[in-house]
């Protein structure tokens, strides 16, 4: 291509028509695909995923003529089957959200009987979300659950309902798995007692920033402490939720079988859910690389019978999953096994070709990204 070069820019500079001389990702996530011709929409998501640089194929003057848009390539849209139906998790986001800011930032006294009355809502929400776990036909995902806005609230009921599933498969019997939700409901209360400039920090934090971040589960099992609110048990499963079981967790550097069950499975709840989860500060991981770096780490931080029940009922990539390949083509999950969930049978987009990812033909193919349906590439679009 004659006076055309290859060059990085700053989104701000692109102009549209200007075409791609790479993909471009935000962490696993393809936003869109080389050769890609920048149009209004493809600026508007570089721009919201904080995309600084792009690669473009450019002449001096940083301008090209204006090509023809690329045809678009149209699904039907099918949502993920939810887990929880939205007017309860609303109801659940809440009453999580009342019960925290019942706690003043600035640590002084709540008035009890509105923490007393939070809590019976609360309760009642925990109740509701058992029924579903105790209901539940298969497996349970969370894709529902996740939303970036609001992090804290949305990232209990997740926590919440991994913990709950996680102890039914361990044997809890109900009144059990209800305490379990209550404790995994409310881990991050002492959040509330945080800057929420420091918990949203892109930055690196300091020592004295992250021993304060570090100081949440006591803040928190001691908020409820002083207003009466809960028990030894629920007290000890918050203070306790990043301990490790080889003893170098906080705050109390507890090991193996001194850490309290509750508190170990809603270690491993909060760090799937986190780690999986889009935040200010770094992109969400894969399901799969999830489930490894969990797995890795089983010895260290966490049980291996916890972990193993944990996973036992997870879907990680539910059906109507719209999923990067690593050849570089969408695909949407229509079918998932048991047993090897981490590769599921996928759909190409816009065409009938199944690739069944357990299959040994397909061994050197890996998802290599989750797209949510809002950030679908330039070229690829849903119809209602």
């Excluded at 692109?14 to 791609?20: D, K």
């Excluded at 209800?178 to 409310?186: E, Q, T, V």
């Excluded at 420091?198 to 934090?205: S, T």
């Excluded at 969930?341 to 890996?366: N, Q």
Aim: proline residues 5%; aromatic residues 8%; contains cysteine.
């Amino acid at each position: 291509m004659d006076g055309v070069q290859k060059r990085n820019i700053k989104v701000k500079d692109a102009q549209l028509g200007m075409r791609l001389a790479g993909p471009v990702y935000v962490g696993n996530i393809l936003l869109a695909r080389k050769d890609s011709v920048l149009d209004e929409e493809a600026l508007r998501l570089f721009t919201t995923r904080e995309i600084q640089y792009i690669p473009v194929y450019t002449d001096v003057e940083l301008s090209v003529p204006v090509a023809p848009a690329p045809v678009v390539q149209k699904e039907k849209y099918v949502a993920i089957k939810a887990t929880v139906s939205e007017k309860l998790k609303e109801e659940t986001i809440d009453s999580v959200k009342q019960l925290f800011n019942c706690f003043p930032e600035d640590g002084s006294a709540p008035n009890k009987t509105t923490v007393y009355q939070c809590v019976n809502n609360l309760e009642g929400a925990v109740d509701d979300l058992l029924k579903v776990v105790c209901n539940a036909e298969g497996l349970l995902h969370i894709s529902d659950l996740k939303h970036f806005d609001e992090y804290t609230y949305h990232h209990s009921l997740s926590v919440a309902m991994l913990s709950m599933v996680t102890g039914r498969e361990l044997g809890m019997d109900n009144d059990t798995l209800f305490r379990l939700g209550r404790s995994a409901m409310l881990h991050d209360i002492g959040k509330q007692l945080i800057p929420i400039g420091l918990l949203n920090k892109k930055e690196k934090l300091t020592e004295d920033e992250f021993n304060l971040i570090k100081a949440h589960p006591m803040l928190g099992a001691d908020s409820l402490r002083r207003t009466e609110v809960g028990d030894k048990e629920l007290w000890d499963s918050i203070m306790h939720h990043h301990e490790k079981v080889n003893g170098k967790g906080y705050p109390s550097q507890l090991a193996g079988d001194d850490i309290p069950l509750f508190a170990k499975i809603i270690s491993v709840a909060d760090v799937y859910d986190a780690v999986t989860s889009y935040r200010s500060y770094r992109m969400p991981m894969l399901p799969s690389k999830a489930y490894q770096t969990i797995y890795d780490d089983i010895g260290v931080s966490f049980d291996y019978h916890v972990v193993k029940a944990f996973f036992a009922n997870l879907e990680m990539y539910p059906v109507n999953t719209v999923v990067e390949l690593s050849d570089e083509r969408l695909g949407i999950v229509v079918e998932t096994d048991s047993r090897l969930r981490l590769r599921p049978v996928v759909r190409v987009w816009g065409s009938d070709e199944i690739i069944y990812l357990t299959s040994p033909a397909c061994a050197s193919i890996e998802i290599t990204g989750v797209i949510s349906p809002s950030d679908l590439p330039p070229g690829f679009a849903f119809t209602a």
